[in-house]
T-cell receptor, first 110, second 111 residues
Framework: TQLLEQSPQFLSIQEGENLTVYCNSS?????LQWYRQEPGEGPVLLVT?????EVKKLKRLTFQFGDARKDSSLHITAAQPGDTGLYLC??????????FGEGTQLTVNP | DAGVIQSPRHEVTEMGQEVTLRCKPI?????LFWYRQTMMRGLELLIY????????DSGMPEDRFSAKMPNASFSTLKIQPSEPRDSAVYFC?????????FGPGTRLTVL
């Protein structure tokens, strides 16, 4: 079983602060995806990283894929209350199958 | 375009009853996934289909669970008989390539 460990599990910060969420595995994935889930809804894809060492930016969010394609990080600059949600990383294996991490519940307080 | 459609959105039933969850994937998508999400175990893949054919059902917890995809626009997940530990949010997702699009989920409560 390929496991993805996310840290921290819970994060509560003030508006304007920066934060980083980590996603680690001992397995190599063909790609790694980050999703955000809000209460009562399904996860929504934010980004897919494919190449080792790849960095992608989405406004205030920066995603990085580790050189060995085993780990990834999500950095949010100047967090806003609208960033509140459950952030999930997911590693892709064969046949488009995804293995999800347990998630990081982020709360940004105004 | 409509996203993934799931019904019902909420289901409350009693232990022992049969439960059927329904999913309509996004038109044109060739893969369909059923997930279960709980606080304890997070998001778990139950089964997925490619071109209506079940590819991997290793995540289906027990024989009480079954899933079908009779055509490209419809899938069901059935639990018979249901048990309290089946209480969770069940998501359906569809994809064309690697990007999965999730439905809003069905919150199942088994009393």
């Amino acid at each position: 079983t390929q496991l993805l460990e996310q840290s921290p599990q819970f994060l509560s910060i003030q508006e304007g602060e920066n934060l980083t969420v980590y996603c680690n595995s001992s397995s190599v994935f063909s790609s790694l995806q980050w999703y955000r889930q809000e209460p009562g809804e399904g996860p929504v894809l934010l980004v897919t990283v494919v190449t080792g060492g790849e960095v992608k930016k989405l406004k205030r969010l920066t995603f990085q894929f580790g050189d060995a394609r085993k780990d990834s990080s999500l950095h949010i600059t100047a967090a806003q209350p609208g960033d509140t949600g459950l952030y999930l990383c997911a590693g892709e294996t064969s046949g488009s199958r995804l293995t999800f991490g347990e998630g990081t519940q982020l709360t940004v307080n105004p | 375009d409509a996203g993934v459609i799931q019904s019902p959105r909420h289901e409350v039933t009693e232990m022992g009853q049969e439960v059927t969850l329904r999913c309509k994937p996004i038109s044109g998508h060739n893969s369909l996934f059923w997930y279960r999400q709980t606080m304890m175990r997070g998001l778990e893949l139950l089964i997925y289909f490619n071109n209506n054919v079940p590819i991997d059902d290793s995540g289906m917890p027990e024989d009480r669970f079954s899933a079908k995809m009779p055509n490209a626009s419809f899938s069901t997940l059935k639990i018979q008989p249901s048990e309290p530990r089946d209480s969770a949010v069940y998501f359906c997702a569809s994809s064309l390539r690697s990007k999965q699009f999730f439905g809003p989920g069905t919150r199942l409560t088994v009393l």
